[in-house]
């Protein structure tokens, strides 16, 4: 499917919503989404501003069983997929400076709708551009974790509404040797800063050329502890690796973010399997954040699969949903529009699901610990068994 | 929703296909299940038989990229899911002899529609019973890996099709003081049983009371080199288990196949993501193949959950399925009927994704053997970071 067709497409939800009715509707959300889930009311000025913005704002609220001797742990996630503003060929402050004023419109109405945690995607205050090989200027949208820019804009922010903020940028460690990170921030609902995470695992696929630009992360799967929660942050291709899911929910993670910046072609039928399995998996909630849009570069570029130069790396596909540990998932954000998704949970589901499916009981760790640890060697000989 | 409502829906894709047209389909496919497969044209003959005799049977090809040096590497797949027949008051042999007949005749089918490989479903001899957590008859269906009648049954049929069959059991180990173990015996095309495997997670959830019959495999992770390609066994409750697929990858396996008895209500919308969230993770094939039917049994029991006291385990969702390294699938079998899914592979197709999408490459499988051989410590202190 050319890249214009598969554009025209809102997703998989604006379809089978548009086709099907009553019980259909319901089965085919049953066994695809776990059920239908209760969407949340917003006031009509909240949804009529995002409307008038161009901003696709959904809500919805994902239960879990009332406990005698715990309260509901009830959280609201805001996930947002955003576009870039200006053209790439504008000036960088002025790129930058743009996306703030969008995103941070999106946080404003993220806030009013109740949002507790709001996490942004990948690399959120510029265009993908690593798909271009090229150095300047886009190495210029790098800048502090502590410092920069972004976070002292971010932090008044999440001060003013009293919401944390998970914000990924590229990062420049001007304290070591100024060397350039894919790095989420952690902003507390106080303003601070209360730390970073990096990037496990980076792409060598497609257009994904970012192993040019920074390595993998040395900062190991830190889970942060928030006043809504215990984070962690999973960036973009790490969700391809099961066991970077599993070293966030062993150092205790209640939500795992996965932002990210895929494009269509390549891995939108992962999409909707990767996160939801890791939400599985570890009995957490997974919320996987994309971008959204089509972003065209000044100059052109191959990507090494015999096509002619040219100059957009394809169509990110927004997409961002949210699943939780019992398997059930919102449904996506547009495949084409800018938009909030805010899903109200209850923390409490957590432990809820371990006591029930019980997989962190039965996972038997410290076998794979010393079978994983066996197949790492070089010199490992894989258990075949051959007909005599 | 109650099992009597879901009895009646066949599943997903025959409400998509109901209610779908064109693009609208074609798009919805294409997010979903990576895109829509060729069917496997069968003889009239052959698909008439099989209606004749109320059996589902479907067919799909899976493609790869034609390669320069290596041959395709084509290999037909076969999933089996079946139902019980005669009812589970009958004497133990009589109900073991009539599944066999008709899983004989659904191999005959499989065979003659040029299946290589022929997975059929977990205890596919008889009743899923745990849930009684009664030991007389039922500990009766347990018999030898080697010799009992059902490998000696299934051992002239992979001879005189000369095709290779997995078969789960309730295994006897009568060699080791009758102890009883959840099996599947790997049976060559020409006949002789290559090796066995054991179920490595035993469930503790709902109804699957089996930790109460058998005890977690001691055999590991083995892979079977056939002549049809490497095949490893992943029983059941291992597919909850991300690494349980891993080591099952790292030791070589072209094809996991997945053989389950699983029940609505409890893992439906799980069913679809966990074995395809292992075939892309781990740049394999997986086969997900689950029981189909209501199976009643003669004394009541409880479920642990405040319900009345009843006779059935639910409904057994079949839905039996093929992922591929891509992350494409094929659609599922019904939920309601019996089936035999072909599915034609190019096992090219797993080196071909390692090449492009490379997670074998970027999994830093060292850092993680570390990190989970440290996390598996009682002593283990989760790495959490606090705001100041």
């Given at each position: 499917?050319?890249?214009?067709?598969?554009?025209?497409?809102?997703g998989?939800?604006?379809?089978?919503?548009?086709?099907?009715?009553?019980?259909?509707l319901?089965?085919?959300?049953?066994?695809?989404?776990?059920?239908?889930?209760?969407?949340?009311?917003?006031?009509?000025?909240?949804?009529?501003?995002?409307?008038?913005?161009?901003?696709?704002?959904?809500?919805?609220?994902?239960?879990?069983?009332?406990?005698?001797?715990?309260?509901?742990?009830?959280?609201?996630?805001?996930?947002?997929?955003?576009?870039?503003?200006?053209?790439?060929?504008?000036?960088?402050?002025?790129?930058r400076?743009?996306i703030?004023?969008?995103?941070?419109?999106?946080?404003?109405?993220?806030?009013?709708?109740?949002?507790?945690?709001?996490?942004?995607?990948?690399?959120?205050?510029?265009?993908?551009a690593?798909?271009?090989?090229?150095?300047?200027?886009?190495?210029?949208?790098?800048?502090?974790?502590?410092?920069?820019?972004?976070?002292?804009?971010?932090?008044?922010?999440?001060?003013?509404?009293?919401?944390?903020?998970?914000?990924p940028?590229?990062?420049?460690?001007?304290?070591?040797?100024?060397?350039?990170?894919?790095?989420?921030?952690?902003?507390?609902?106080?303003?601070?800063?209360?730390?970073?995470?990096?990037?496990?695992?980076?792409?060598?696929?497609?257009?994904?050329n970012?192993?040019?630009?920074?390595?993998?992360?040395?900062?190991?799967?830190?889970?942060?502890e928030?006043?809504?929660?215990?984070?962690?942050?999973?960036?973009?291709?790490?969700?391809?690796?099961?066991?970077?899911?599993?070293?966030?929910?062993?150092?205790?993670?209640?939500?795992?973010?996965?932002?990210?910046?895929?494009?269509?072609?390549?891995?939108?039928?992962?999409?909707?399997?990767?996160?939801?399995?890791?939400?599985?998996?570890?009995?957490?909630?997974?919320?996987?954040?994309?971008?959204?849009?089509?972003?065209?570069?000044?100059?052109?570029?191959?990507?090494?699969?015999?096509?002619?130069?040219?100059?957009?790396?394809?169509?990110?596909y927004g997409?961002?949903?949210?699943?939780?540990?019992?398997?059930?998932?919102?449904?996506?954000?547009?495949?084409?529009?800018?938009?909030?998704?805010?899903?109200?949970?209850d923390?409490?589901?957590?432990?809820?699901?371990?006591?029930?499916?019980?997989?962190?009981?039965?996972?038997?760790?410290d076998?794979?610990?010393e079978?994983?640890?066996?197949?790492?060697?070089?010199?490992?000989?894989?258990?075949?068994?051959?007909?005599?």
């Amino acid at each position: 499917m050319s890249a214009s067709v598969a554009e025209q497409s809102g997703g998989v939800e604006e379809l089978l919503n548009a086709n099907l009715k009553g019980k259909d509707l319901e089965e085919v959300y049953r066994i695809l989404y776990g059920r239908i889930l209760k969407p949340i009311e917003f006031s009509t000025d909240l949804s009529k501003f995002a409307a008038d913005n161009n901003i696709q704002l959904a809500g919805y609220v994902i239960e879990a069983a009332k406990e005698q001797l715990r309260a509901p742990r009830k959280v609201r996630i805001a996930a947002i997929q955003n576009s870039i503003v200006e053209a790439t060929t504008a000036p960088i402050a002025q790129q930058r400076e743009a996306i703030h004023r969008r995103v941070g419109q999106m946080i404003e109405i993220a806030a009013q709708g109740g949002a507790n945690i709001i996490g942004l995607q990948e690399a959120w205050t510029m265009p993908f551009a690593f798909c271009t090989r090229e150095r300047l200027p886009w190495t210029e949208f790098a800048e502090s974790a502590e410092h920069g820019p972004t976070t002292k804009f971010l932090s008044q922010l999440a001060k003013k509404y009293g919401v944390v903020i998970i914000s990924p940028i590229l990062e420049r460690d001007e304290s070591r040797d100024d060397v350039i990170w894919n790095t989420a921030v952690v902003i507390s609902h106080t303003g601070n800063v209360i730390g970073k995470s990096r990037k496990n695992h980076i792409p060598r696929v497609g257009d994904f050329n970012e192993s040019t630009y920074y390595m993998e992360s040395n900062l190991g799967h830190p889970v942060f502890e928030t006043a809504f929660g215990k984070i962690g942050i999973n960036i973009c291709y790490g969700r391809h690796h099961p066991q970077n899911w599993l070293m966030y929910a062993l150092n205790s993670a209640e939500i795992i973010f996965n932002p990210s910046a895929t494009v269509n072609g390549l891995s939108e039928t992962l999409w909707g399997i990767e996160a939801r399995n890791a939400a599985i998996a570890n009995h957490v909630f997974t919320v996987a954040i994309n971008r959204v849009g089509t972003e065209l570069f000044p100059n052109e570029f191959t990507s090494g699969n015999g096509q002619p130069a040219h100059k957009d790396f394809g169509h990110f596909y927004g997409s961002s949903y949210v699943a939780a540990p019992d398997g059930t998932r919102t449904p996506g954000l547009s495949r084409t529009q800018e938009g909030i998704l805010i899903t109200e949970v209850d923390l409490n589901l957590c432990r809820q699901t371990k006591d029930s499916w019980g997989f962190r009981m039965t996972q038997r760790l410290d076998m794979y610990a010393e079978k994983i640890s066996a197949a790492a060697a070089p010199e490992y000989r894989p258990h075949i068994i051959k007909e005599h």
